[in-house]
């Protein structure tokens, strides 16, 4: 996932895509708290800066699991709340995503 990430992230700089914000957001199934995505995401880095990005990107370990699905829903929205209007979303997981309930 990281390597793929990275080769896309690549990608776009090659092509000067004008990416005005650049916005790191994780996320993971938390079975404490179902609904509060605060449980369940972590808005890790927004700057306007691609290598800032990248370095946040990099130092991302993955760790635990045991069931599998992850909130990804609830990582996409704390994404879409940061991002500029027209930004750009790109989503990267290990594994499908659940509903909540």
């Known amino acids: 996932v990281m390597s793929l990430a990275n080769g896309i992230i690549n990608k776009i700089v090659e092509k000067n895509y004008n990416i005005r914000r650049w916005v790191l957001t994780t996320f993971k199934d938390?079975?404490?708290n179902l609904f509060d995505h605060e449980d369940n995401t972590n808005l890790r880095i927004i700057t306007k800066y691609v290598n800032k990005f990248?370095?946040?990107l990099?130092?991302?370990?993955?760790?635990?699991?045991?069931?599998?699905p992850e909130r990804a829903t609830q990582g996409i929205l704390l994404t879409l709340e940061n991002l500029p209007m027209y930004g750009l979303a790109l989503v990267f997981t290990d594994h499908q995503t659940k509903d909540v309930g």
């Not at 990099?58 to 635990?64: C, R, T, V």
């Open 54 to 56: 990248n370095a946040s």
């Open 58 to 68: 990099n130092k991302i370990s993955f760790s635990g699991g045991g069931d599998r």
């Open 30 to 32: 938390n079975k404490a």
